[in-house]
């Protein structure tokens, strides 16, 4: 770039006193002398010691904050603020430093070029002027990011941490500068976008989730009213290296080299909704610091200082680190080493016995059935292939193939060589599974045709495979660049790469997204060992197992159980599409003392659908030794109908989650049972005892509806539920901040996780659920849960389902039951009085109001989930005397 | 404690007094007709004529103060004089005579601009926000009285919402009579929630407030049942209570708050009656929620409601004669509304 912009010299000077959010009292002006020459530049920057220094306050020490183009230091106004509040409230005291940078904000305009080298010895000349030592904590921002990283790179004697908000270091080669960039680089473009007028400025501005507030937006321009204030904002832009000649380019390599060997604390806060930085540049820096805590807040963008509250995160991080030095990912599990998942494809490796079988494969026709021998065989191949096209451990593999024997073989070929495996759920809706694909950033994605069209046209990373064979025309439309048959080409009597370790990441696993955005749950080998050996010492499945997988998670893990697996004829993204008489042919294939696994909405169809079952069938159904139904809780009714169907079976209801899918187990008896023990007035679901491995706490909740007690097993205390096993996740997948809040108040070095669920145990160990933390009601008399309620009010022989949801404030809020009538009603209405009383006689508690509902909003993935929250706010607005509209 | 309770012959100031005088207090009130409540004095006189008031006043430690002109008719000077003059002539009598506490009964109306209230503590009155006369110059009273709050006069302000029970002139007979005369139609779908006040509950937290005004003067409080319900349902138990069919018919509540002549013709009482109409006031009222956080009144004035509202409408019955209409109060019946929607 040798495009001359107009640089105009101007001494600094405060800023305004009124701007929003800004003290003034933090503000300082300070002469720093220049290395290199013998003048000096005077600086504006936000500084808190002065205050700091006046309550008595010792800081631990400084963060350094550096912005971007085109902001200035008001960018971390909230941070400044809230470190002084946090000191002066007696906590750690941290001192905050943002500059402007020379020719930015409220600093000299120099009237000469900066190029970067020159602005990270900018950078080091202030804090010489500062006198400034350890430890300094950097935290950047846009090009602010790569000049704290320069200054990190240089002072390694004081450093102590790295932390940046949407920052990039690094452009690949292969691949454009960012199109907003581009355009503003063209000569032609260059000083009209950025200079002489506000358009990058203003375009910057717009990017904030939600828009700024204008007093807000007054304040960033403040320091850029006109062209002679701009020039530093010109000159930033020009100075982005565009190619290896640039004169900065040099700089920029020795920083993005640098950092490689900063193996200090690092945060990462980054916003996804960046039309510059998108996530690849977070991939590049997570590359490049492999041990940085990464938190993505979905929905933010490049503003993130702006559209979230990073400050609290920034702080609460950094003195996470005071305390604990180590990084604060728990340790991994160092249980005695269970076998590799795929070891029985080792073992029966020869053998021809069935392991999987599809009863309705999706090319149509007669049972596809795979003998061990060949599904071990196809998982050999497909492994060596991958390896042999370049996928190595550590990299992320998507998996966009519905459940099936084409699933099954990629999943233990990724799992074999190390791959990471991405798993999300076709349930998330195809706006879910955009966001999660583009947030878990996968190397590679193994998908069937709709799976790659979709990939093709909404732009997820990664080198695509296709499980079909396509002709070359239709692989270049979808840009595929493999076929799943190529694979198994490239593999037959390839070598197999080492095996992983089991402290190795086998998996990320994305929650159902029922409470806001699904989360990428990240297992590693040895976790994943856990989940197959807790099934298998639960339910006693193991090699001979005939195991009916109507639930498809369970269905991959048969080979790893050693266990026949048979995916009975069914539309596997609709559970409600399996009928009594499909699991009859389905257990016919799995021999005497099947275990079947369902979906609670899969149980409800089976015995809505008895009917159509023959003589034979029911025969069939004798032979079943256990059943499930896992994913949600359900009616005692239900179990039972299904009992009859298969009466030899025992019926159990598992509790569990993405993050350790079995934690206590329940069976039909153990329902009965519970229900005649009188439980606290709290009531909620009994879901059983912990299963062998697992350890179940409660934490108390406080008035203000936050678990803040200290986990414990004291029977009949109401809390979130906090569990600990070897089949726990190890953590979530960049969302750094959400695993600290899930592992909070728990013991250091053992993994525990807050489940976000509410409940408490009984004197018998059991576990009752009461419902989501989220959904607790704040009444003037205390907290209620809501699943107690609703159980009494479903007793009720005109109500089908019910849900008990807050109004009102916290803490003064009012109980309004929602609920689903029988016969089901039309339209949605206020209960009739008679209703209305018999409800409001059913619970120990004043009901407001009785709503009826043609249905009750129910989530996708497990058709039985309530959004309770959102519940409440439709009911708010009608009980508020808004228009009856369906929730 | 000599105890003066103005405006003792409505259904509120009755059950006043009566709480007061059982608990052994000197009662005396003031009030045009007889109170008729029995082991009280009665000193008849207006509020409008200062003699009166001085005369009244003469001798108390305490006075608890409902006297008002609460019709939802009458010129904006009828009003102020009975509620705005009144409050002043009282406030000078009482400060002349030493009289060392005040019990102020005012509205939740006097803070209420026309939208709905949901959990809201009590906010400061607002003579210019507040709806129709009534509640203006109640709110004017409630900022003088609250003015003259000092450590030789300390004042209190309670404001019960929606006060119904047997006997009830205002509320509950104009419902049930139309209802009746099925001329009671329902604004809106009715889901509207409604905080009210069972008449026993409202004395209970007023004598509350004179014993406890020593700690809570300068400072005013709504007081409820604490047991928002559908506007429906509250109207609903009113007319079963009476042994009258409850209202099924509706009109649009927008309509209602848009058209508040419409609305008041609809609600109009039997030709020549000198009540009002249905204002436009009380339509936004029956067609938005009002309901009230409680927790301070509660803890502040050391007083809970004893009376749960279906036990207030087990009460109304029998006092209408009509106990076989009760079991629906406890545990529900076949008799109820037909759903709207």
């Avoid at chain 1, 849960?785 to 609703?790: A, D, L, Q, R």
């Avoid at chain 2, 509202?309 to 006092?319: C, I, N, P, Q």
């Amino acid at each position: 770039m040798r495009y001359r912009l107009p640089l105009a010299a101007s001494a600094a000077s405060l800023p305004p006193a009124d701007l929003p959010g800004l003290d003034p009292a933090h503000s300082r002006l300070i002469d720093v002398p220049e290395s290199g020459t013998t003048g000096a530049r005077k600086w504006h920057l936000l500084d808190n010691a002065a205050t700091l220094s006046a309550i008595g306050a010792a800081p631990v020490g400084t963060i350094l904050c550096v912005h971007g183009n085109p902001t200035w230091s008001y960018l971390w106004r909230r941070l400044v603020s809230r470190a002084t509040d946090a000191a002066t409230a007696g906590e750690e005291a941290w001192r905050v430093i943002a500059v402007d940078q020379l020719d930015m904000g409220y600093s000299e305009r120099t009237g000469q070029r900066r190029p970067l080298a020159r602005r990270v010895r900018d950078l080091s000349d202030l804090t010489d002027a500062l006198a400034l030592d350890g430890p300094v904590v950097t935290f950047g921002h846009d090009w602010g990011g790569v000049v704290s990283l320069g200054w990190a790179v240089d002072h390694p004697e004081s450093l102590a941490g790295v932390m940046l908000l949407n920052t990039a270091v690094h452009q690949p080669e292969d691949t454009p500068i960012p199109a907003p960039l581009r355009l503003a680089l063209r000569p032609s473009v260059l000083g009209a976008a950025t200079v002489a007028t506000p358009a990058f400025l203003e375009t910057t501005l717009a990017l904030a989730h939600p828009p700024l507030q204008q007093e807000v937006k007054d304040a960033y321009r403040a320091p850029y009213r006109d062209a002679s204030r701009r020039g530093g904002i010109g000159a930033f832009v020009a100075d982005i290296p565009v190619d290896a000649n640039h004169e900065s380019a040099a700089e920029l390599e020795r920083i993005a080299e640098g950092i490689r060997e900063l193996k200090l604390p690092t945060l990462l806060l980054w916003g996804p909704r960046d039309p510059i930085f998108s996530d690849r540049y977070l991939d590049d820096l997570i590359d490049r610091m492999p041990h940085a805590d990464v938190h993505r807040f979905e929905g933010a963008g490049h503003l993130l200082a702006e559209d979230v509250d990073y400050s609290a995160a920034a702080l609460a991080w950094v003195r996470d680190r005071e305390e604990d030095p180590a990084d604060g990912t728990p340790p991994a599990t160092t249980e005695a080493a269970s076998p590799p998942l795929w070891h029985y494809l080792d073992e029966l490796g020869d053998s021809s016995d069935i392991a999987l079988i599809e009863m309705a494969p999706r090319s149509g026709g007669a049972p596809r059935r795979v003998s061990w021998r060949s599904l071990s065989g196809r998982v050999r191949q497909i492994a060596a292939g991958l390896a042999s096209i370049g996928v190595e451990k550590g990299d992320r593999v998507s998996l966009l193939v519905p459940p099936g024997a084409d699933l099954t073989a990629v999943l233990y070929a990724c799992l074999r060589i190390g791959a990471i495996v991405v798993v999300a759920d076709a349930g998330l809706g195809l706006k879910g599974l955009t966001r999660a694909v583009r947030g878990a950033r996968p190397d590679y994605v193994i998908g069937a045709p709709p799976g790659l069209a979709a990939a093709r046209v909404l732009g997820w990373p990664g080198i695509r495979i296709s499980t079909a064979r396509y002709r070359a025309t239709a692989a270049a439309a979808l840009q595929v660049s493999h076929s799943l048959a190529e694979l198994v080409e490239l593999g037959r009597g390839a070598p197999l790469p080492p095996a992983p370790t089991t402290q190795d990441t086998a998996a990320v696993l994305f929650t159902s997204g029922s409470t806001g955005p699904a989360k990428g749950v990240v297992y590693t080998h040895a976790q994943l060992s856990a989940v197959r050996d807790a099934l298998a010492a639960q339910y006693g499945v193991g090699v001979g197992t005939g195991l009916v997988a109507g639930f498809a998670p369970f269905a991959l893990l048969g080979p790893a159980l050693g266990a026949r697996s048979i995916t009975p004829d069914m539309n596997v993204t609709s559970p409600k599409s399996l009928t009594a008489a499909s699991v009859a042919a389905a257990v016919a294939e799995a021999g005497d003392g099947s275990v079947v696994f369902l979906s609670p909405a899969a149980l409800a169809n089976v015995v809505a659908t008895t009917d159509a079952l023959t003589r034979t069938d029911r025969k069939r159904l004798g032979g079943v030794r256990t059943f499930l139904s896992a994913g949600a809780p359900v009616a005692e009714v239900l179990l039972a109908a299904a009992a009859e169907l298969m009466p030899m079976a025992i019926p159990h209801t598992p509790y569990g989650m993405t993050e350790a899918l079995l934690i206590a187990d329940i069976t039909l008896d153990g329902i009965r049972e519970a229900a005649s023990a009188e439980a606290n007035a709290a009531g909620g679901v009994c879901v059983g005892a912990a299963i062998g491995t697992t350890r179940i706490r409660i934490s108390a909740l406080d008035d203000t509806g936050n678990a803040t007690g200290e986990p414990s097993a004291a029977p009949g205390v109401t809390g979130e539920i906090v569990i600990s096993a070897p089949h726990l996740k190890n953590h979530y997948d960049r969302l750094s901040l959400t695993d600290r809040e899930s592992r909070r108040g728990t013991p250091l070095g053992e993994r525990w996780h807050r489940t976000g669920d509410v409940g408490h145990l009984d004197a018998s160990g059991r576990l009752w659920v009461e419902g989501r933390l989220g959904h607790l009601i704040g009444t003037a008399d205390g907290v209620v849960t809501p699943v107690g309620p609703e159980q009494r009010i479903e007793t009720i022989a005109e109500v089908a389902r019910a849900a008990v949801v807050g109004i009102g404030p916290w803490g003064t809020s009012h109980l309004v039951a929602v609920v689903e009538t029988v016969p089901a009603a039309r339209r949605v209405s206020l209960a009739s009085m008679a209703l209305a009383a018999g409800v409001r006689g059913s619970v120990p508690l004043s009901v407001a109001a009785v709503l009826v509902v043609p249905r009750l909003p129910t989530d996708i993935r497990h058709n039985s989930k309530i959004d309770r929250a959102a519940l409440a706010v439709w009911a708010g607005a009608i009980l508020e005397g808004g228009r009856m509209t369906r929730p | 404690m000599r105890v003066l309770v103005t405006g003792a012959s409505g259904m509120l100031g009755r059950a006043v007094a009566a709480q007061i005088a059982h608990a052994r207090h000197d009662v005396r009130t003031f009030q045009r007709r007889p109170s008729g409540v029995s082991g009280v004095t009665d000193l008849l006189g207006s509020m409008t004529v200062p003699p009166d008031v001085a005369r009244a006043v003469a001798g108390s430690d305490a006075i608890v103060h409902l006297a008002a002109r609460v019709s939802l008719a009458g010129t904006a000077a009828e009003f102020e004089e009975v509620n705005v003059e009144g409050m002043r002539t009282l406030l000078a009598a009482a400060a002349h005579e030493g009289v060392g506490r005040l019990v102020v009964v005012s509205s939740p109306s006097v803070a209420h601009a026309g939208t709905s209230i949901v959990g809201d503590d009590a906010r400061p009155a607002d003579p210019a926000g507040a709806r129709g006369h009534y509640a203006r110059t109640k709110a004017e009273a409630e900022l003088l009285a609250l003015s003259a709050d000092s450590p030789s006069l300390r004042v209190v302000v309670v404001r019960p919402h929606l006060v119904w029970g047997p006997g009830d002139t205002q509320l509950v007979a104009r419902v049930v009579e139309r209802a009746r005369t099925g001329r009671l139609p329902l604004l809106g779908h009715g889901a509207a929630l409604i905080d009210s006040t069972y008449v026993d509950n409202a004395a209970t937290a007023i004598k509350a407030a004179l014993e406890r005004v020593d700690t809570v003067h300068g400072r005013s409080f709504v007081v409820t049942n604490g047991e928002p319900r559908p506007v429906v349902e509250l109207l609903a138990g009113m007319c079963i209570a009476a042994g009258v069919k409850p209202p099924a018919w509706r009109v649009p509540a927008g309509a209602a708050r848009a058209a508040g002549s419409a609305i008041e013709a609809l609600w109009r009482l039997a030709p020549g009656a000198d009540e009002p109409p249905m204002t436009r006031f009380l339509a936004e009222q029956l067609s938005t929620a009002h309901w009230f956080d409680q927790r301070r009144t509660r803890a502040e004035l050391g007083w809970s409601p004893t009376v749960t509202l279906d036990e207030g409408f087990r009460r109304l019955a029998v006092w209408y004669g009509k106990e076989d209409s009760s079991p629906l109060f406890a545990r529900g019946s076949t008799l109820g509304l037909e759903p709207s929607g």
